[in-house]
């Protein structure tokens, strides 16, 4: 009875958890969603253009690296937010294919958040990781409730 009682609790936990990540990976998708709405596109150029590089136990992680300057009413700025949501991945190619859209000098476009100008990223275009991440998360729930 004991032992039926511990691994309840351990199906309680793990469930908790996995549903914690659910709920990030939905909140970074509503962020995401939300910025690509309501975000207004301002002239931009881009300034420098590679691929970072992160490293981790589970190895190297790639993202862009886009630097650019933007012109809003209140003057010009300058900003490295590349994504609506900024994520890495393990995919390098992904990376690579975002930078080579984005040479330096090109004259494009960044979205701003039309209540604060410093609100600004520059690849208008959604991700399907924070979906995934949120999809990911839900086995550890099915698998908390089984425990449960």
Do not use: C
């Amino acid at each position: 009875m004991h032992l039926l009682a511990d691994i309840q609790w351990f199906g309680v936990l793990f469930g908790g958890f996995g549903g914690l990540f659910v709920l990030i990976g939905l909140a970074m998708a509503h962020a995401q969603s939300r910025k690509l709405r309501t975000y207004l596109s301002v002239p931009a150029v881009v300034t420098s253009s590679e691929v970072g590089i992160s490293g981790g136990s589970d190895g190297p992680t790639y993202l862009p690296k886009l630097h650019y300057t933007y012109t809003t009413p209140s003057g010009e700025h300058q900003s490295d937010k590349t994504m609506a949501v900024e994520i890495s991945t393990s995919d390098r190619n992904w990376a690579q294919r975002i930078v080579a859209r984005y040479p330096v000098g090109l004259k494009t476009e960044a979205y701003v958040d039309p209540d604060d100008d410093n609100k600004v990223f520059l690849v208008h275009e959604a991700s399907i990781l924070p979906y995934i991440f949120a999809l990911f998360s839900m086995i550890f729930v099915a698998a908390g409730m089984g425990g449960a």
